[in-house]
Structures are given as structure tokens and as C-alpha cells.
Nanobody
Framework: VQLQASGGGLVQVGGSLRLSCKIS????????IGWFRQAPGKQRELVAT???????VYAGSVKGRFTISRDNAKNSVSLQMNSLKPGDTAVYYC?????????WGQGTQVTVSS
């Protein structure tokens, strides 16, 4: 199982980044896919998730600014992040979850500077 995240980096307040996660090793179509993040000294928190049927859930803090999407043909998930704030600074992790299993990728650092 591999979840390869990319797209993190350093951006100024108000800027945008697009995270991508390429997934292999499990039946992508059967899994909810999403992103968590963890800031220094804080617990990991859900950012956004998208089900196999395309339903989405967003953390309140990112709603209206972030958009999650999945490409079942390419086994990938993306997170478009706009209007970034310093509070969005964290390591972002992609994950896949079914009724019985959950898989995590390595993180990608997002730093928003003021």
C-alpha cells in the first residue's frame, strides 16, 4: 500500500497550494479518501474527506476555502487550498478508509507565512 503525497511548500498569507496524493495497493473505489493535518503541539485533525460516491465533508475552519476532489481513474485525491492562513500551517497527510481498514501516507509540509 502506498499513498504518495506531494504539493506542499511555503506560501504567503492569502496564497494557494494544491496537494495531491497518488494511491496504490488497495481498492481505491471502495474507500473514502481524505486529508488530515497536524500542527506542532496539536492533535491531528480532519481537513476534508470524500466518499466513493463523491460526498464531501470539510472541517469548519477550511470550508469555503479548500476543495477536495478524487479521480478514480487515476487513483488520486487532490486538495485545492485557497486563501491560506497562518493557522493552516501543518503537516498534511492523505489517507484512505474503508469499513475495516485505514491507510496513511507520509506527510507533506504546508507553511503559510505572514
Amino acid at each position: 500500500v502506498q499513498l504518495q503525497a506531494s504539493g506542499g511548500g511555503l506560501v504567503q498569507v492569502g496564497g494557494s497550494l494544491r496537494l495531491s496524493c497518488k494511491i496504490s495497493g488497495f481498492s481505491f473505489d471502495d474507500y473514502a479518501i481524505g486529508w488530515f493535518r497536524q500542527a506542532p503541539g496539536k492533535q491531528r485533525e480532519l481537513v476534508a474527506t470524500i466518499t466513493s460516491g463523491g460526498s464531501t465533508v470539510y472541517a469548519g475552519s477550511v470550508k469555503g476555502r479548500f476543495t477536495i476532489s478524487r479521480d478514480n481513474a487515476k487513483n488520486s485525491v487532490s486538495l485545492q487550498m485557497n486563501s491560506l492562513k497562518p493557522g493552516d500551517t501543518a503537516v498534511y497527510y492523505c489517507y484512505g478508509e474503508s469499513e475495516f481498514y485505514a491507510y496513511w501516507g507520509q506527510g507533506t509540509q504546508v507553511t503559510v507565512s505572514s
